[in-house]
């Protein structure tokens, strides 16, 4: 089955800097890559997805690249801000199965 | 257009009861998915359902755990015979039949004394 794995676990930055969070994947078969931020107590929220079909893709600050020879996708914070603090986990799935298989998370945190 | 919905928000069972979990998807999804998560771990899928339908539990233990989704009302995770290793947040998500995009409820937190 497929494998996520995510670096780093946490994250510290200051106010205004970026941040960026890697993860691999194991199965070729995986065309869907979304990330999810998940604040204390609440949800995990969609901010971003992309599909196998393309490398990259903007939304404001948040920015996600994908590899898929090498099989890992990042995520990219710009211009970060205190209420960017929370967990992010990236996530993994092919149009078959269409079940998530998530990375571990990684703890952001955003010095003011 | 409501939000996926998931009751109750906390619950608190003793070992060897049951719990209940409730998840009514957003309107015109017609696809759920269950996700376990302990504490200050990753979310882990559990199962996969369409309307009446169990299409991939291969994520679900094979005893005390089931899952259903019947043709009217919610998706029901039902963990029979509870054990403290139950204790987690579980989370329903849906999306509709066109996309792979899931939508998170705002999930069950499992208390077993």
């Known amino acids: 089955g497929e494998n996520v794995e995510q670096h780093p676990s946490t994250l510290s930055v200051q106010e205004g800097d970026s941040a960026v969070i890697k993860c691999t994947y194991s199965?070729?078969?995986?065309?869907?890559f979304p990330w999810y931020k998940q604040e204390l107590g609440k949800r995990p929220q969609l901010i971003i997805d992309?599909?196998?079909?393309?490398g990259e893709k903007k939304d404001q600050r948040i920015a996600v690249t994908l590899n898929k020879t090498a099989k890992h996708f990042s995520l990219h914070i710009t211009e970060t801000q205190p209420e960017d603090s929370a967990v992010y986990f990236c996530?993994?799935?092919?149009?078959?199965?269409?079940?998530?298989?998530f990375g571990s998370g990684t703890r952001l945190q955003v010095q003011p | 257009n409501a939000g996926v919905m998931q009751n109750p928000r906390h619950l608190v069972r003793r070992r060897g009861q049951e719990a209940r979990l409730r998840c009514s998807p957003m309107?015109?999804?017609?696809?759920v998915y269950w996700y376990r998560q302990l504490p200050e771990e990753g979310l882990k899928f559990m199962v996969y359902?369409?309307?009446?339908?169990?299409?991939?539990e291969s994520g679900m233990p094979k005893e005390r755990f089931s899952a259903e989704f019947p043709k009217e009302g919610p998706s029901i995770l039902r963990i029979q015979q509870v054990v403290r290793g139950d204790s987690a947040a579980y989370f329903c998500?849906?999306?509709?039949?066109?996309?792979?995009?899931?939508?998170f409820g705002p999930g069950t937190r499992l208390t077993v004394l």
């Open positions: 998500a849906s999306c509709p039949v066109s996309t792979d995009t899931q939508y």
């Open positions: 199965d070729s078969a995986s065309n869907y």
């Open positions: 996530a993994a799935s092919d149009t078959g199965r269409r079940a998530l298989t």
């Open positions: 309107k015109g999804h017609s696809h």
């Open positions: 992309i599909r196998s079909n393309v």
């Open positions: 359902l369409q309307k009446e339908n169990i299409i991939d």
